[in-house]
């Protein structure tokens, strides 16, 4: 049975990549994705801690995790209709480029 | 640690991996629809099953698509030679390395009492509809407005600008 340590450490990992993708591309879409891998990086550690943790009856955790991946529709619906908005503004989706208030 | 939970997790790391790196958005689309379907066999594999059908069906179902539509109405923004990652990407990752040491360590010293497994945790449909409907009426009429909220709040800013006379 795979103990709980390496589901956190994989989790961590994920976390890790997502951040590394927001924060170093341009793309406004590349950083929305990797805003939803950190999510379903967190998402991961609930599952887990729920398999693992004590109560398990409860699903404390399955409940946040469905609670979650609701969140986690809105917000990319929402983002992606915020990043078309601009790209037909600006005709450009690097975020570099977006950096004034006025259009 | 067992066989398929290294299969797995390999394929989950490198599929995020590509999906942050490549340089053709299709494919990072594509890769990440990969990272999507080994979460959801990590949920499968952790017993939670509903979660992890859900994760299919919201995941690589409803967001992938929309990511890949957002990709091709965008599709003229696309730079050619010049790399879409930063001048200088290097701090960003040197960043993420200090979040994941950070964090890494945090788990590797902590002394975790994990319940002896005999029995798994059973996350029915029932037990999860009743739990829904019962402890969690409110959160779910919440999240359900937020839906409502974020469905007509994507429609109107995606809407085409109408011009004033």
Partial sequence: MTPLHHYLILSALLFSIGLAGALTRRNAILVLIGIELMLNAANLNFIAFWRYGAHP????????????????????????????????????????????MKG | MSLPFAIIALLTVASAVAAMSLRNLVHCALSLVVTFAGLAALFLQLNAQFVGFAQIL???????????????????????????????????????GAAFATMAGAVISTALTARPDSAPPAATVQQIGEKLLHEYVLPLEVIGLLLTAAMIGAVIIAMQEKSKP
């Fill in chain 2, 58 to 96: 919201v995941y690589v179902g409803a967001v992938a698509i929309l990511i890949v539509f957002a990709i091709l109405l965008t599709r003229g923004a696309e730079p050619g030679p010049p790399a879409p990652v930063a001048n200088s990407p290097w701090w960003g990752v040197l960043i993420a």
């Fill in chain 1, 57 to 100: 009856e409860a699903l404390t955790g399955v409940m946040f995790v469905i609670f979650s991946i609701g969140l986690a529709a809105a917000e990319a619906a929402v983002g992606l209709a915020l990043i078309i908005a601009i790209y037909r503004h600006r005709k450009t989706t690097n975020v570099d480029e977006v950096n004034s």
